[in-house]
Protein backbone atom coordinates (compact mmCIF):
# COMPACT_ATOMS: atom_id res chain seq x y z
CA UNK A 1 0.00 0.00 0.00
CA UNK A 2 1.84 2.93 -0.65
CA UNK A 3 1.95 6.05 1.67
CA UNK A 4 1.46 9.55 1.44
CA UNK A 5 3.12 11.61 -1.51
CA UNK A 6 4.04 14.84 -2.12
CA UNK A 7 5.19 16.40 -4.82
CA UNK A 8 7.48 18.12 -5.16
CA UNK A 9 10.20 17.31 -2.86
CA UNK A 10 12.13 20.30 -3.21
CA UNK A 11 11.87 23.63 -4.43
CA UNK A 12 12.97 27.14 -4.47
CA UNK A 13 11.23 29.93 -4.99
CA UNK A 14 11.73 34.05 -4.91
CA UNK A 15 9.89 36.60 -2.86
CA UNK A 16 6.71 37.61 -4.35
CA UNK A 17 5.74 34.02 -5.88
CA UNK A 18 2.63 32.00 -5.00
CA UNK A 19 3.33 28.05 -5.06
CA UNK A 20 1.53 25.08 -4.91
CA UNK A 21 2.04 21.47 -3.52
CA UNK A 22 0.53 18.66 -3.75
CA UNK A 23 -0.69 15.88 -1.15
CA UNK A 24 -1.66 11.99 -2.56
CA UNK A 25 -2.88 10.24 0.51
CA UNK A 26 -3.13 6.59 1.80
CA UNK A 27 -5.87 5.10 -0.35
CA UNK A 28 -8.93 5.03 1.48
CA UNK A 29 -7.94 7.97 3.42
CA UNK A 30 -10.25 10.66 3.84
CA UNK A 31 -8.75 12.86 5.82
CA UNK A 32 -5.66 15.44 4.46
CA UNK A 33 -4.01 17.92 6.81
CA UNK A 34 -1.18 20.13 6.16
CA UNK A 35 1.59 21.11 8.51
CA UNK A 36 4.93 23.05 8.45
CA UNK A 37 7.50 22.44 10.26
CA UNK A 38 11.00 25.34 10.68
CA UNK A 39 13.38 24.97 13.44
CA UNK A 40 12.14 27.53 15.03
CA UNK A 41 8.41 27.02 15.56
CA UNK A 42 8.57 23.36 15.43
CA UNK A 43 5.64 21.55 13.07
CA UNK A 44 2.81 23.68 12.97
CA UNK A 45 -1.02 23.33 12.39
CA UNK A 46 -2.22 24.90 8.74
CA UNK A 47 -5.67 23.04 7.79
CA UNK A 48 -7.49 19.96 7.57
CA UNK A 49 -10.03 18.82 5.18
CA UNK A 50 -12.17 15.67 4.92
CA UNK A 51 -14.68 15.20 1.93
CA UNK A 52 -13.58 18.23 0.00
CA UNK A 53 -14.93 20.50 3.29
CA UNK A 54 -11.88 22.03 5.45
CA UNK A 55 -12.66 21.05 8.57
CA UNK A 56 -10.66 22.97 10.50
CA UNK A 57 -7.56 25.49 10.19
CA UNK A 58 -5.00 26.68 11.94
CA UNK A 59 -3.33 30.22 13.13
CA UNK A 60 -1.84 31.23 9.63
CA UNK A 61 -2.16 34.44 6.92
CA UNK A 62 -4.51 34.35 4.62
CA UNK A 63 -1.68 33.60 1.77
CA UNK A 64 -1.57 30.52 3.48
CA UNK A 65 -4.90 28.29 1.60
CA UNK A 66 -5.91 24.95 0.44
CA UNK A 67 -8.38 22.33 -1.36
CA UNK A 68 -9.18 19.07 -1.40
CA UNK A 69 -10.53 16.88 -4.41
CA UNK A 70 -13.21 14.74 -4.51
CA UNK A 71 -10.20 11.65 -4.93
CA UNK A 72 -8.97 13.03 -1.45
CA UNK A 73 -5.94 14.50 -3.32
CA UNK A 74 -5.23 17.76 -1.65
CA UNK A 75 -3.22 21.18 -2.71
CA UNK A 76 -1.85 23.80 -0.74
CA UNK A 77 -1.27 27.13 -2.03
CA UNK A 78 1.22 29.77 -0.72
CA UNK A 79 0.77 33.30 -1.96
CA UNK A 80 3.07 36.64 -2.16
CA UNK A 81 5.82 34.43 -0.95
CA UNK A 82 8.04 35.81 2.19
CA UNK A 83 11.69 34.49 3.53
CA UNK A 84 9.87 33.34 6.70
CA UNK A 85 8.07 31.06 4.95
CA UNK A 86 11.30 28.73 4.04
CA UNK A 87 9.50 25.20 5.76
CA UNK A 88 9.14 21.93 5.10
CA UNK A 89 5.52 21.27 4.37
CA UNK A 90 3.91 18.01 5.69
CA UNK A 91 0.88 16.41 4.33
CA UNK A 92 -0.45 13.97 6.63
CA UNK A 93 -3.64 11.47 5.67
CA UNK A 94 -5.73 9.37 8.01
CA UNK A 95 -8.48 6.83 7.90
CA UNK A 96 -10.47 7.79 10.46
CA UNK A 97 -13.98 10.59 9.68
CA UNK A 98 -14.98 12.92 12.35
CA UNK A 99 -14.20 11.58 16.09
CA UNK A 100 -11.47 8.15 16.87
CA UNK A 101 -8.09 8.55 17.39
CA UNK A 102 -6.12 10.79 15.90
CA UNK A 103 -3.09 8.30 14.13
CA UNK A 104 -1.75 10.33 11.08
CA UNK A 105 0.39 9.25 8.37
CA UNK A 106 2.87 12.17 7.16
CA UNK A 107 4.49 11.59 3.72
CA UNK A 108 8.04 12.84 3.47
CA UNK A 109 7.23 16.70 2.65
CA UNK A 110 7.98 19.39 0.26
CA UNK A 111 11.03 21.94 1.31
CA UNK A 112 10.45 25.29 0.52
CA UNK A 113 13.10 27.67 0.49
CA UNK A 114 12.51 31.29 -0.82
CA UNK A 115 15.31 33.46 -1.55
CA UNK B 1 -2.09 29.35 26.51
CA UNK B 2 -2.28 25.69 24.80
CA UNK B 3 0.98 24.68 24.33
CA UNK B 4 2.71 21.36 24.35
CA UNK B 5 6.46 21.49 25.39
CA UNK B 6 9.21 19.13 25.80
CA UNK B 7 11.75 19.17 29.30
CA UNK B 8 14.60 18.09 27.54
CA UNK B 9 15.77 19.42 23.99
CA UNK B 10 18.71 16.52 23.65
CA UNK B 11 18.90 13.22 24.99
CA UNK B 12 21.86 10.56 24.51
CA UNK B 13 22.21 7.27 25.85
CA UNK B 14 23.58 4.05 25.30
CA UNK B 15 22.76 1.42 23.19
CA UNK B 16 20.79 -1.28 24.97
CA UNK B 17 19.70 0.99 27.77
CA UNK B 18 16.29 2.27 28.04
CA UNK B 19 15.14 5.97 26.99
CA UNK B 20 12.43 8.34 28.86
CA UNK B 21 11.73 11.37 26.98
CA UNK B 22 9.17 13.92 28.82
CA UNK B 23 6.46 16.09 27.37
CA UNK B 24 4.16 18.75 29.41
CA UNK B 25 1.33 19.79 28.33
CA UNK B 26 -1.22 22.67 29.20
CA UNK B 27 -4.53 21.85 27.72
CA UNK B 28 -6.70 19.75 30.43
CA UNK B 29 -9.48 19.38 27.95
CA UNK B 30 -6.78 17.67 25.54
CA UNK B 31 -8.00 14.19 25.52
CA UNK B 32 -5.65 12.43 23.20
CA UNK B 33 -1.98 12.32 23.14
CA UNK B 34 0.16 10.74 20.71
CA UNK B 35 4.09 10.46 20.72
CA UNK B 36 5.88 10.57 16.81
CA UNK B 37 9.21 9.51 15.86
CA UNK B 38 10.95 11.37 12.72
CA UNK B 39 14.11 10.47 11.31
CA UNK B 40 16.80 12.79 9.37
CA UNK B 41 15.00 13.43 5.61
CA UNK B 42 11.52 11.87 6.94
CA UNK B 43 8.21 12.91 8.03
CA UNK B 44 6.76 11.71 11.03
CA UNK B 45 6.09 8.48 11.91
CA UNK B 46 3.31 7.45 14.63
CA UNK B 47 4.86 5.74 17.63
CA UNK B 48 2.26 5.30 19.79
CA UNK B 49 -1.31 6.88 21.40
CA UNK B 50 -2.88 7.20 24.00
CA UNK B 51 -6.16 8.66 25.62
CA UNK B 52 -6.93 10.28 28.86
CA UNK B 53 -8.91 8.13 30.38
CA UNK B 54 -5.49 5.55 30.61
CA UNK B 55 -2.70 6.43 32.08
CA UNK B 56 -0.36 3.58 30.59
CA UNK B 57 -0.26 1.89 27.43
CA UNK B 58 2.42 -0.09 26.17
CA UNK B 59 3.64 -1.17 22.71
CA UNK B 60 6.71 -3.00 21.28
CA UNK B 61 9.23 -1.70 23.40
CA UNK B 62 7.53 1.35 23.91
CA UNK B 63 5.38 2.94 26.94
CA UNK B 64 3.45 5.69 27.41
CA UNK B 65 2.84 7.24 30.81
CA UNK B 66 0.04 10.13 31.34
CA UNK B 67 -0.21 12.04 34.49
CA UNK B 68 -3.30 14.11 34.26
CA UNK B 69 -3.00 15.77 37.75
CA UNK B 70 0.12 16.95 36.53
CA UNK B 71 -0.35 17.22 33.01
CA UNK B 72 2.84 15.23 31.91
CA UNK B 73 3.28 12.95 29.41
CA UNK B 74 6.15 10.69 28.77
CA UNK B 75 7.49 7.99 26.48
CA UNK B 76 9.69 4.88 27.06
CA UNK B 77 12.03 3.00 25.05
CA UNK B 78 13.20 -0.37 26.35
CA UNK B 79 16.54 -1.32 25.53
CA UNK B 80 17.43 1.56 23.32
CA UNK B 81 18.94 0.55 19.25
CA UNK B 82 21.05 2.68 17.11
CA UNK B 83 18.16 2.09 14.99
CA UNK B 84 15.97 4.82 17.37
CA UNK B 85 17.97 7.58 16.94
CA UNK B 86 15.82 10.34 16.32
CA UNK B 87 14.00 13.55 17.04
CA UNK B 88 10.55 12.49 19.20
CA UNK B 89 7.44 14.72 19.03
CA UNK B 90 4.63 14.49 21.53
CA UNK B 91 1.15 16.10 20.07
CA UNK B 92 -2.22 16.39 21.91
CA UNK B 93 -4.91 16.73 19.95
CA UNK B 94 -7.47 19.69 20.66
CA UNK B 95 -9.60 19.13 17.68
CA UNK B 96 -13.17 19.84 17.89
CA UNK B 97 -16.30 18.79 16.42
CA UNK B 98 -14.93 15.70 15.55
CA UNK B 99 -11.51 17.24 13.91
CA UNK B 100 -8.76 15.07 14.04
CA UNK B 101 -5.91 16.36 11.93
CA UNK B 102 -5.54 19.39 14.56
CA UNK B 103 -2.33 18.09 16.89
CA UNK B 104 -0.49 20.65 18.31
CA UNK B 105 3.46 19.33 18.90
CA UNK B 106 5.78 19.96 21.09
CA UNK B 107 9.28 21.09 19.79
CA UNK B 108 11.10 18.04 19.73
CA UNK B 109 13.47 15.95 21.25
CA UNK B 110 16.36 14.45 19.99
CA UNK B 111 17.68 10.83 20.74
CA UNK B 112 21.16 9.86 19.81
CA UNK B 113 22.01 6.49 20.66
CA UNK B 114 25.62 5.79 21.27
CA UNK B 115 27.15 1.92 20.12
Not at chain 1, 17 to 29: A, Y
Not at chain 2, 70 to 86: E, F, N, R, Y
Request: charge should be positive; aromatic fraction near 10%; charged fraction near 15%.
Amino acid sequence: KAGVTQTPRYLIKTRGQQVTLSCSPISGHRSVSWYQQTPGQGLQFLFEYFSETQRNKGNFPGRFSGRQFSNSRSEMNVSTLELGDSALYLCASSPRGAGGSGELFFGEGSRLTVL
Amino acid sequence: GESVGLHLPTLSVQEGDNSIINCAYSNSASDYFIWYKQESGKGPQFIIDIRSNMDKRQGQRVTVLLNKTVKHLSLQIAATQPGDSAVYFCAENIGYGGSQGNLIFGKGTKLSVKP
